[in-house]
């Protein structure tokens, strides 16, 4: 008996040291149409990392999440969705300066807030997350669509 409760014992601490060895991921959204839309898709795509991240989430427009945008250096005025890998949101891919900020590739043609990232490439620095820029870049919006407002 005491060797099955000091093997239960052993795997709830293992499990509580995996659980604090994991990189984070914070997801922060809107509750509008298309945030959400996006969140949907970012989650299926979560969901085959789970054993290597802890995944948080945040409510943008939560004015109890104001000072953890801010902690990590996200756009101070109105942003749709983000993505923070152990507080990285740039990386670098083929030359190409990606931002998790704003939406993905795959909203084209939802606004003034068009991101320059997709799917595949926030796949590969889960895959790979030393592909995390040392320092954080915001993107700059298209100043030639800054009268339109996305859809949220």
Known sequence: ????????????VVSILNAFNKSKISVFYKEMKPS???????DSLLNNFLDSYNVQYYNIEDTENISIIKKLGLPDTHFPFAIVIDGKFTTNILGKTISFIHFPLFMKGIGRHEGNWSLEELQQVLESNNLLADENILPILDEEIEDIECED
């Open 1 to 12: 008996m005491k060797k099955v409760a000091i093997f239960f014992l052993l795997f709830y």
């Open 36 to 42: 959400q839309q996006v969140l949907t898709r970012v």
